[in-house]
């Protein structure tokens, strides 16, 4: 969103603005009116038709010509104008300005694309096959023989009927770690390789602990984390292990437990996804992903925006889309000797997953940006009181036990009980909008945790449950 004064005119900043919001994906709001120099506080509009005009005239001068919908609107009885900014189509992209230049959406401002930006969206007006691209000077000598070994085993055992059936070189080609000249795709060196730097340097992940920093200090524990996918996962969780603060904290029996100030199975999920979606096309080559702890929070960026999915629908969706299919397949079945687990499920369930242990850990939902060409995740640590879709703290219910805290699933479903009586886990789904799966857990903890909850029905009837008699008393 961009708020624009336009009491003397259509500001000069405001075709930067346009090309940057159409670039961004799902576009942008602008609004005419109000003074980001008075706190946003709505000023007179001299003539509203003439800026509406000059609008509609503005969008014409962009490459390709940017599309709007104005509307009239009112802050404090005063008239504003909104032009909501329609997303360039990706097969268009970037949008430019008059001057030449195409801008891009930052936290503070619009800034011109440097040419290495312009390559990302020129790349993405297509699908990419990064993944399959033979890498030149590699054979079958560069990978490693334990990962392939249990990358061989996995096939075989999930597919012997399909891949499976196949072995040795055989294997490799159809399993898409071999191209068809014999050199390594540049997915089987990134997964199944003993050193993929060797011919991708910055393929890495950059970590740094930025807490508490004296003034001569820029970072501690600074790493690049670099081997085959699997082995950079396993190396930056427990790079995390060692860096993230530790609570003491009373389980169910009362005893004292050290707790992670982020759960790492939902770092895990987080990693892993960067490192399969991260884009693979030429002008990222030069690019790392990066992974931060800071005062109370956790970021991580990869190269490349969301493929397939907006970020609104991130979490709430099982959307299986991937930049890198050939990539995601190998890391299906691409398995790190040093804790046999698989890097991915592949099942589209990892970010909602994410979105379950952070609730249950009440912790803030994690934040996302995508500006088209690179996307990042934030956490924040510490308790939370829980905000609503448009970021507002909500307004406290009385009804709630002081035991819950606000704004978090558990309270949700509390009062869905409190509202209806007596619920089956599949009602209060559909009442709360919250997963089955997520509405099993936390009745399991207003049960056994807060006893709040009691379950209800006898044999050959189904469970429900309801708020037990003492809090409704």
């Given at each position: 969103?961009?708020?624009?004064?336009?009491?003397?005119?259509?500001?000069?900043?405001?075709?930067?603005?346009?090309?940057?919001?159409?670039?961004?994906?799902?576009?942008?709001?602008?609004?005419?009116g109000?003074?980001?120099?008075?706190?946003?506080?709505?000023?007179?509009?001299?003539?509203?038709?003439?800026?509406?005009?000059g609008?509609?005239?503005?969008t014409?001068?962009?490459?390709?010509?940017?599309?709007?919908e104005?509307?009239?609107a009112?802050?404090?009885?005063?008239?504003?104008?909104?032009?909501?900014?329609a997303?360039?189509?990706?097969?268009q992209?970037?949008?430019r300005?008059?001057?030449?230049?195409a801008?891009?959406?930052?936290y503070?401002?619009?800034?011109?694309?440097?040419?290495?930006?312009?390559?990302?969206?020129?790349?993405?007006?297509?699908?990419?096959?990064?993944?399959?691209?033979?890498?030149p000077?590699t054979?079958?000598e560069?990978?490693?023989n334990?990962?392939?070994?249990?990358?061989?085993?996995?096939?075989?055992?999930?597919?012997?009927?399909?891949?499976g059936?196949?072995?040795?070189v055989?294997?490799?080609r159809?399993?898409?770690?071999?191209a068809?000249?014999?050199?390594?795709?540049?997915?089987?060196?990134?997964?199944?390789g003993?050193y993929?730097q060797?011919?991708?340097?910055?393929?890495?992940?950059?970590?740094?602990d930025?807490?508490?920093?004296?003034?001569?200090?820029?970072?501690?524990?600074?790493?690049?984390?670099?081997?085959?996918?699997?082995?950079?996962l396993?190396?930056?969780?427990?790079?995390?292990?060692?860096?993230?603060?530790?609570?003491?904290?009373?389980?169910?029996?009362?005893?004292?437990?050290s707790?992670?100030?982020?759960?790492?199975?939902?770092?895990?999920?987080l990693?892993?996804?960067?490192?399969?979606?991260?884009?693979?096309?030429?002008?990222?080559?030069?690019?790392?992903?990066?992974?931060?702890?800071e005062?109370?929070?956790?970021?991580?960026?990869?190269?490349g925006?969301?493929?397939?999915i907006t970020?609104?629908?991130?979490?709430?969706?099982?959307?299986?889309?991937?930049?890198?299919p050939?990539?995601?397949?190998l890391?299906?079945?691409?398995?790190?000797?040093?804790?046999?687990?698989?890097?991915?499920?592949?099942?589209?369930?990892?970010?909602?997953?994410?979105?379950?242990?952070?609730?249950?850990?009440?912790?803030?939902?994690a934040?996302?940006?995508?500006?088209?060409i690179?996307?990042?995740v934030?956490?924040?640590?510490?308790?939370?009181?829980?905000?609503?879709?448009?970021?507002e703290?909500?307004s406290?219910?009385?009804?709630?036990?002081?035991?819950?805290?606000?704004?978090?699933?558990?309270e949700?479903?509390?009062?869905?009980?409190?509202?209806?009586?007596?619920?089956?886990?599949?009602?209060?789904?559909?009442?709360?909008?919250?997963?089955?799966?997520s509405?099993?857990?936390?009745?399991?903890?207003?049960?056994?945790?807060?006893?709040?909850?009691?379950?209800?029905?006898?044999?050959g009837?189904?469970?429900?449950?309801?708020?037990?008699?003492?809090?409704?008393k």
């Amino acid at each position: 969103m961009e708020a624009k004064s336009a009491a003397g005119g259509l500001p000069e900043s405001l075709q930067s603005s346009l090309s940057a919001l159409a670039n961004l994906p799902g576009g942008g709001l602008i609004i005419l009116g109000l003074d980001e120099n008075t706190n946003f506080s709505p000023v007179e509009l001299n003539d509203p038709n003439v800026l509406k005009q000059g609008l509609g005239n503005l969008t014409r001068s962009l490459t390709p010509p940017v599309h709007l919908e104005i509307e009239d609107a009112d802050v404090d009885g005063i008239s504003v104008i909104t032009a909501r900014v329609a997303e360039c189509p990706p097969s268009q992209k970037p949008c430019r300005a008059s001057n030449g230049k195409a801008y891009l959406r930052s936290y503070d401002g619009d800034y011109p694309l440097s040419e290495l930006e312009e390559q990302a969206f020129l790349h993405s007006r297509t699908a990419s096959h990064a993944d399959r691209m033979s890498v030149p000077d590699t054979t079958v000598e560069d990978l490693e023989n334990d990962l392939v070994s249990a990358w061989t085993d996995q096939v075989k055992a999930r597919n012997p009927q399909g891949l499976g059936r196949f072995a040795g070189v055989e294997l490799l080609r159809r399993g898409g770690v071999v191209a068809a000249d014999g050199s390594l795709t540049k997915a089987g060196l990134l997964v199944l390789g003993t050193y993929p730097q060797q011919f991708f340097p910055q393929f890495v992940l950059r970590v740094a602990d930025r807490r508490g920093l004296s003034r001569s200090e820029r970072a501690r524990n600074v790493q690049s984390i670099d081997g085959p996918i699997p082995r950079i996962l396993s190396a930056t969780l427990e790079w995390l292990r060692s860096n993230l603060a530790n609570t003491a904290v009373a389980n169910k029996s009362g005893a004292l437990v050290s707790q992670q100030e982020f759960p790492l199975e939902a770092l895990r999920e987080l990693v892993a996804n960067a490192l399969v979606h991260r884009d693979l096309e030429a002008w990222s080559e030069g690019m790392a992903i990066e992974l931060r702890l800071e005062t109370g929070k956790l970021v991580l960026s990869n190269p490349g925006g969301l493929y397939g999915i907006t970020v609104d629908r991130l979490t709430k969706e099982h959307v299986t889309s991937a930049r890198n299919p050939r990539l995601v397949q190998l890391c299906e079945n691409a398995t790190d000797s040093t804790n046999n687990s698989r890097v991915i499920e592949a099942l589209a369930s990892g970010l909602p997953r994410v979105a379950e242990l952070l609730e249950e850990n009440e912790l803030s939902p994690a934040q996302f940006w995508d500006n088209g060409i690179n996307f990042t995740v934030k956490l924040t640590s510490g308790k939370h009181l829980g905000t609503t879709e448009g970021g507002e703290v909500p307004s406290v219910d009385r009804r709630t036990p002081s035991s819950l805290r606000r704004g978090t699933q558990l309270e949700k479903i509390y009062l869905a009980l409190l509202d209806n009586n007596q619920s089956t886990t599949s009602e209060l789904a559909t009442i709360t909008g919250i997963s089955a799966p997520s509405v099993r857990r936390a009745l399991t903890r207003l049960r056994n945790d807060y006893h709040l909850v009691e379950a209800a029905g006898g044999p050959g009837q189904s469970v429900s449950y309801r708020i037990t008699d003492s809090q409704t008393k």
